[in-house]
C-alpha cells in the first residue's frame, strides 16, 4: 500500500509537469535509479500496439494507430511526462511481442496482449486493464450451425499466430484444424471466401472485427475461458510494471480510462468502463 501511494505522488508530479509544457517529467520526480526515471529523460518513448486490430490499434488514414489500446498506451506514458507528439508508436503482433521486449525494441507493449503465467515466466504484465474470453465468428447466420467451441471439431479455424486462441485449440479442442495467420485482417478474409469456417480469438479482438464486416460476419457471443488483458513491460522492469498498475489505477479515478472506454468499446462491448482490479505484477 506504501508501495503505491508514493506512485501516486510520483504520477501526480509527472502529471503536473506534462499540463506546464514541460515534454518530459524530470527523473528528479521518480526513485532514483527507477526505470521510471530513465525513461522519462529519454526524448521519445517506444510503445508497441497493433495496427490491424479494430477498436483497439488500427492506423487512420493519416497513418496514426487509434483505438482503446493506444489510449491506454497514452495514459501510461502522460505519467511518465510524454504528450502524444513523444510517442513512437512500433507495430507489434501477437508472435513478437515477448520477442520485442526481450530484444529492447520497445518500452512496454499495449497489444491485445493476455495475461498468463507462460508469458509471466518471459515478461511482466501489468494489469488487467480489460477482462474478456476467447470466443468464436462465424459467417452471418451461421450456415455450419456452429454453436459452440466443441462443434468447432472437424472444421477449419483461423487464429492469430502465438495467440491465446491457437493454444487453446491446439491442446483442448484438437479434433479442430487451426489455421494460423499473422494478422486478424487475413482471418477475416479468409471466413468470408470459405478458406476456414470460423475465427477464435478474444472476444474483443472479434467484436472490433465484426464491426468492420457487419454484412458478413457475426460473433457467436459465448466465451468459453476468462482472459485478462495487461500491459508487457520487461521481465526485469518489476518498479515499472508496479509504476504502470498505478498509472491505470489513476487514469480510472480521473475518469479518463471510462472516458475511453464509452467512447471506443461501449457501443460493441457494452459494460459499465470501470477498470478490473489490479493483481498482476510481482
Not at 515534454?23 to 521518480?30: E, G, H, L, M, T
Not at 518471459?122 to 447466420?141: C, R, S
Amino acid at each position: 500500500m506504501k508501495y503505491f501511494k508514493r506512485l501516486a505522488a510520483f504520477i501526480g508530479l509527472g502529471f503536473a509537469a506534462l499540463a506546464c509544457g514541460i515534454p518530459n517529467a524530470n527523473s528528479a520526480d521518480f526513485p532514483s535509479g527507477s526505470s521510471m526515471a530513465r525513461l522519462s529523460q529519454k526524448p521519445t518513448i517506444r510503445i508497441g500496439v497493433k495496427f490491424d486490430q479494430p477498436l483497439f490499434g488500427l492506423r487512420d488514414l493519416s497513418g496514426k494507430p487509434v483505438g482503446f489500446d493506444v489510449e491506454i498506451a497514452k495514459m501510461i506514458a502522460a505519467k511518465l511526462g510524454f504528450s502524444p507528439e513523444k510517442i513512437s508508436w512500433v507495430e507489434t503482433s501477437s508472435a513478437n511481442r515477448e520477442p520485442f521486449l526481450e530484444q529492447n525494441k520497445v518500452d512496454f507493449i499495449v497489444a491485445t496482449y493476455a495475461i498468463n503465467d507462460k508469458r509471466k515466466q518471459v515478461v511482466n504484465m501489468a494489469g488487467p486493464y480489460l477482462v474478456g474470453g476467447q470466443d468464436i465468428v462465424v459467417k452471418k447466420g451461421n450456415p455450419l450451425k456452429i454453436g459452440s467451441v466443441q462443434d468447432l471439431g472437424g472444421h477449419k479455424a483461423c487464429v492469430i499466430s502465438g495467440s491465446e486462441g491457437q493454444s487453446i485449440l491446439s491442446k483442448q479442442y484438437p479434433e479442430t484444424e487451426v489455421v494460423p495467420f499473422d494478422v486478424i485482417s487475413k482471418c477475416a478474409e479468409a471466413l468470408k471466401n470459405g478458406s476456414v469456417d470460423a475465427v477464435v480469438t478474444s472476444n474483443f479482438i472479434l467484436a472490433g472485427l465484426v464491426s468492420k464486416n457487419l454484412s458478413s460476419l457475426e460473433l457467436l457471443g459465448k466465451p468459453f475461458t476468462v482472459e485478462p488483458w495487461g500491459v508487457g513491460v520487461q521481465k526485469a522492469d518489476t518498479d515499472f510494471c508496479r509504476f504502470v498498475e498505478a498509472a491505470l489505477v489513476s487514469a480510472d479515478k480521473d475518469g479518463s480510462y471510462k472516458e475511453a472506454y464509452d467512447r471506443l468499446l461501449k457501443a460493441s462491448m457494452r459494460g459499465e468502463g470501470k477498470l478490473p482490479a489490479q493483481n498482476s505484477c510481482p
